[in-house]
Nanobody, 123 residues
């Protein structure tokens, strides 16, 4: 199984970025997909998750109303649209796949992880 995250970069506060995560080696439509982020020295933080069909999403409180998670099961890809970015959004962002039926905010629930993509928001 491979999860390949991309789309990170440097952006000014108030700007936008779109992350992508391409999955291979698994039946993508059978997995809940999630995004997490981590700053060095801190715990991995839940950002968003999306159920298998894509019709239900969940967000962490710090990103609600600014970030949107979506998926394209035909392309085996999950996306994270990030708008109104703030310096505190700076982190390495990871995509993850969870084979359980219900979406979880706990990183320990996820079976597979991507390599991470750096997002840096300057003030």
């Amino acid at each position: 199984v491979q999860l390949q995250a991309s789309g990170g970069g440097l952006v000014q506060a108030g700007g936008s970025l779109r992350l992508s995560c391409a999955a291979s080696g698994l039946i993508f439509s059978r997995y809940v997909m999630g995004w997490f982020r981590q700053v060095t020295g801190k715990e991995r933080e839940f950002v968003a998750s999306i159920l298998r069909s894509g019709d239900t999403t969940f967000y962490g409180d710090s990103v609600k109303g600014r970030f949107t998670i979506s998926r394209d099961n035909a392309k085996n890809t999950v996306y994270l649209q990030m708008n109104s970015l703030k310096p505190e959004d700076t982190a390495v962002y990871y995509c993850a796949a969870d084979s359980s039926y219900y979406a979880s905010r706990r990183s320990t629930s996820y079976d597979y992880w991507g390599q991470g993509t750096q997002v840096t928001v300057s003030s």
